[in-house]
């Protein structure tokens, strides 16, 4: 189980874009995920005529590492860290750090 799923709410803790909020729209791999509207980038982008493709300047998110973002705790209303726990059942959930309150069943 990965600390950090598709659609939690994270809190950017370093770099250029701290303290920003947003949702994670793709886990890329182990380090790294795509946040909406966090670590935007500009493209330059060369038309294509065959694919129909305009050429000019995008913006697009580009993947932060996750070292660099907190999980958005709504009680306190500040990023906090991701534990485990095992329920009586067996099953493992994760858990905020900061008061054990636990962020999805199941």
Do not use: A, C, Q, W
């Not at 799923?5 to 370093?14: C, E, F, I, Q, S």
């Not at 947003?22 to 182990?30: A, E, K, P, S």
């Not at 493709?53 to 209303?77: A, H």
């Not at 329920?87 to 858990?95: A, M, P, T, Y």
């Amino acid at each position: 189980m990965k600390k950090f799923r598709k659609g939690d709410d994270v809190v950017v803790l370093t770099g250029r874009d701290k303290g920003k909020r947003g949702t994670i729209l793709r886990v890329l791999d182990d380090e790294r995920v795509l946040v909406d509207s966090v670590n935007v980038v500009k493209k330059h982008t060369r038309p294509n005529p065959n694919k129909g493709e305009t050429g000019g300047i995008i913006e697009k998110e580009s993947p932060i590492r996750l070292s660099n973002l907190g999980m958005y705790n709504p009680n306190s209303k500040e990023p906090d860290r991701v534990g485990f726990k095992f329920l009586e059942d067996g099953s493992k959930v994760r858990v905020f750090r900061s008061d054990g309150e636990m962020i999805d069943v199941g």
